[in-house]
């Protein structure tokens, strides 16, 4: 975006005023960050696709997912929580990781009776247990199951583009189908392996009227 002079000093002089008042600044960027909505999913171990699927089995990839080296598999299984009520047809994405894990909505913690707390990604301990089921196996995680936290994935470069550095909290604004709206708490990753993308489950994302391609803006409040 460019400004003329006189939008840059009407500008400078408001930052200057908020700041002799003690007040905060918001900075702002045109919406511009693309969404990627994320249904529920499971990312497995070696050890736990072994015991769901077979020994030595190998993940099927299906298609490429927006960050690099992350794909969707064919492979799908079954979740279960105390209600004994299945969700099945969950998805597998790949690469194996080090910890099995299962990310589902605050819907669907409704249909499993279990109760995931907000996370990031790979931040398991104390998480809520769940069972899956693979045709060839049972896998019980004593921890494991999360609502993953609203996200931003960048680039070095484009940390620097919006003035934000990995592990901050932004707000983000929608403008979705009738449905405006501002997103509190969400976690900027910045990684040379990530590609510029929010992430929201589909409940964050039905509420914001909001799908896969959306674009939405960035409100950085000044420290």
């Not at 900075?27 to 969404?35: E, L, Q, R, T």
């Not at 079954?78 to 969950?90: D, K, Q």
């Not at 992430?199 to 939405?216: E, F, Q, S, Y």
């Amino acid at each position: 975006m460019e400004y003329d002079a006189k939008t840059l000093s009407d500008i400078v002089s408001r930052v200057i005023a908020a700041c002799q008042n003690g007040q905060s600044v918001s900075a702002s960027v045109d919406g511009d960050i693309p969404v990627g909505v994320s249904n529920r999913h499971i990312h497995l171990t070696r050890e736990h696709l072994d015991i769901l699927f077979g020994a030595g089995y190998e993940l099927t990839p299906m298609k490429d997912l927006s960050q690099p080296g992350q794909y969707a598999c064919k492979e799908q299984l079954t979740i279960i929580g105390p209600s004994l009520r299945a969700i099945e047809g969950v998805r597998v994405l790949g690469p194996l990781r080090k910890a099995s894990q299962v990310e589902i909505s605050r819907t669907d913690s409704f249909t499993l009776k279990v109760k995931p707390p907000v996370r990031e990604s790979g931040d398991l301990a104390g998480s809520a247990p769940i069972t899956i089921i693979g045709p060839k196996g049972i896998v019980t995680l004593k921890e494991g199951c999360i609502l993953a936290n609203r996200h931003i994935h960048m680039s070095p470069e484009d940390g620097a583009k919006y003035g934000v550095s990995d592990g901050d909290y932004v707000s983000v604004q929608t403008s979705g189908d009738g449905k405006r709206t501002t997103l509190y708490d969400v976690q900027i990753r910045v990684s040379d392996k990530f590609r510029l993308e929010m992430h929201l489950d589909t409940d964050d994302a039905n509420a914001c009227g909001i799908g896969n391609g959306a674009k939405v803006k960035l409100v950085k409040e000044a420290q």
